[in-house]
């Protein structure tokens, strides 16, 4: 059965450091999102993509954060200049059509620690 | 904004017994009804969703849930669990009115005792 994927599992950067969350969407699926959630927190969106553009996006999504699709398969997340506050599990999902009304797929997660 | 909650944070129940995991939400306008499970160093899957129609849901190995609209609620349930069903509960809102994006709950950790 076809999955998403995300590499790596667990990333530890320092503060201030740059930090790319890889994910591979599956294949026929034309929406991709980021969520993450910090420790004993809710899941929490942070932006949609659709047709090579964002879509959507929370009050989190700020400037030091990116999304790109660099090619036909990956779906990338760049923090540019991480926190502290920025630790937490970062969730890759995507879906053939509009995620208000189909089933979003995720990812295993990649864990990231901001030291 | 959607916001949803999940009263039991974690919920130790005996093998084979009945199981019920609740979820609130916050508004009453339509909306789309989710339950993902995540097990360890697995991603989110999806157990079932409620769209529209029959207020009782069926889903994967052998949960159902209820949309209850004037309570706001849509519990998941499962009348007899295996040690297999350890894992971690999410409930999820989506209001097609405000766009894509899904509202979690905070999680249930449900651990089947043998």
């Known amino acids: 059965e076809p999955e998403v994927t995300q590499t790596p599992s667990h990333q530890v950067t320092q503060m201030g450091q740059e930090v790319i969350l890889r994910c591979v969407p599956i294949?026929?699926?034309?929406?991709f999102y980021w969520y993450r959630q910090i420790l004993g927190q809710k899941v929490e969106f942070l932006v949609s993509?659709?047709?090579?553009?964002?879509?959507?996006k929370s009050e989190i999504f700020d400037d030091q954060f990116s999304v790109e699709r660099p090619d036909g398969s990956n779906f990338t997340l760049k923090i540019r200049s991480t926190k502290l506050e920025d630790s937490a599990m970062y969730f890759c999902?995507?879906?053939?059509?509009?995620?208000?009304?189909?089933?979003?797929?995720f990812g295993p997660g990649t864990r990231l620690t901001v030291l | 904004a959607q916001s949803v909650t999940q009263l039991d944070s974690q919920v130790p129940v005996f093998e084979e017994a009945p199981v019920e995991l609740r979820c609130n939400y916050s508004?009453?306008?339509?909306?789309?009804l989710f339950w993902y499970v995540q097990y360890p160093n697995q991603g989110l899957q999806l157990l079932l969703k409620?769209?529209?129609?029959?207020?009782l849901v069926k889903g994967i190995n052998g949960f159902e849930a209820e949309f209850n609209k004037s309570q706001t609620s849509f519990h998941l349930r499962k009348p007899s669990v295996h040690i297999s069903d350890t894992a971690e509960y999410f409930c999820?809102?989506?209001?097609?009115?405000?766009?894509?994006?899904?509202?979690f709950g905070t999680g249930t950790s449900l651990t089947v005792i043998p």
């Open positions: 294949s026929n699926h034309l929406y």
């Open positions: 999820a809102v989506s209001d097609p009115n405000t766009g894509n994006q899904f509202y």
């Open positions: 999902a995507s879906s053939v059509g509009q995620g208000g009304t189909d089933t979003q797929y």
């Open positions: 993509f659709y047709n090579n553009e964002i879509s959507e």
């Open positions: 508004s009453s306008v339509s909306v789309y």
């Open positions: 409620y769209l529209s129609g029959s207020t």
